[in-house]
């Protein structure tokens, strides 16, 4: 069953979530991926742009959220996985829309997982990183240096398919994470372990060192 929606505007997402009550019943899981990213310098970053980015990530999310929600909630249970960032909490420059959409989309998790957890809706976010899509490649087109130095701090060594985020949407959405809401999952492939930026040139030189037996620290 697909239903084309634009979720900026609440009367469709209304509409696609009456849809699914009638067809199939119910709603048990809702994932909220519409998202946008416009990269430019914040001062040429225009009224229309930022809105536009807001409207999708963050604006386009709550109706969603809310139309859903009722129906979990009279239903007596459900689940909510939001697609935030590794944006949601750690900055990257040229980015100010996306950025604040992001780190609002944590802050909307959790406060929806603290007003509807006792009508037995969990609501989750699972927040990426560098993902392989077309919308990075576009970003990176012409800037393979940057890529490489990009792929090159990730600890598995390589960007995330978008298959690398389905197991963890299914546990969030599953009975498995029943003792789960209001939680943040990084799926980045362990970029954010060295953030703002470790060389890890030196930290693989420290572990040879390591290996040899002989003794380091840090300050």
Known sequence: MTVPTDVRLKDQVESLVA??????????????????????PTLETSEEDWDLVLDVNLKGMFPCCQ?????????GGGAIVNIGSINSEYVFPNCAAYNASKARVLLLTKTLAYEWGPHGVRVNAVCPGFM??????????????????????????????????????????????GYVTGHALYVDGGWTLDWPGVD????????????????????
């Open 19 to 40: 849809q699914t009550v009638r067809r199939r019943g119910g709603v048990d899981i809702l994932v909220n991926n519409a998202g946008i990213n416009l990269i430019q």
């Open 67 to 75: 139309a859903a929600g009722r129906v979990m909630i009279e239903a």
């Open 132 to 177: 392989d899509t077309p919308m990075l490649a576009e970003i990176q087109r012409g800037k393979e240096e940057l890529a490489e130095s990009r792929r090159n701090r990730i600890p598995l060594g390589r960007f995330a398919a978008p298959e690398d985020l389905v197991g963890a949407v299914i546990f969030l959405a599953s009975p498995a994470a």
């Open 200 to 219: 890890r040139v030196d930290l693989d030189a420290d572990l040879r060192r390591a290996l040899r037996g002989e003794c380091f620290g840090y300050d």
